[in-house]
């Protein structure tokens, strides 16, 4: 679903000003190589351009940062929400440099219990 209903952008969309079309309300968002393989998958409360530039963890300071050439992310308010499915994507995608909570094989998720 998500990619069926994300906006996508390029990078070159990205970096021009006001091409992006992010309403600044919060956003989950992921960022892909040429390849379509996900770099990073991340959720702001703001406009997710401001992440790049953030003093705790700056995108533009990454190993990742240069790797990317699309972006898509879907408009969500609720912080519990992108929280989810930032989550979600995360587990699904695999994202190559995400380290919360790390990529995790869903057939392993359970089987301490069986």
């Given at each position: 679903?998500f990619?069926?209903?994300?906006?996508?952008g390029?990078?070159?969309?990205?970096?021009?000003?006001?091409?992006?079309a992010d309403?600044?309300a919060?956003?989950?968002?992921?960022y892909?190589?040429?390849?379509?393989?996900?770099?990073y998958?991340g959720?702001?409360g703001?406009p997710?351009k401001?992440r790049?530039h953030?003093?705790t963890s700056?995108?533009k300071s990454t190993?990742?940062?240069?790797?990317?050439t699309?972006?898509r992310?879907?408009?969500?308010?609720d912080?519990?929400?992108r929280?989810?499915l930032?989550l979600?994507?995360i587990?699904a995608l695999?994202?190559?440099?995400n380290?919360?909570?790390?990529?995790?094989d869903?057939?392993?998720?359970?089987?301490?219990?069986?």
């Open positions: 679903m990619f069926s209903v994300a906006a996508a390029t990078r070159e969309e990205y970096l021009a000003r006001g091409k992006l309403a600044g919060g956003a989950v968002y992921a892909f190589a040429e390849d379509g393989t996900a770099l998958v959720e702001a703001r997710i401001r790049m953030d003093k700056p995108h190993a990742w940062w240069d790797s990317w699309s972006v992310f879907m408009q969500i308010t912080r519990t929400d929280l989810t930032e979600l994507l587990l695999r994202p190559t440099f380290s919360k909570p790390g990529p995790r869903f057939a392993k998720m359970f089987e301490d219990e069986i």
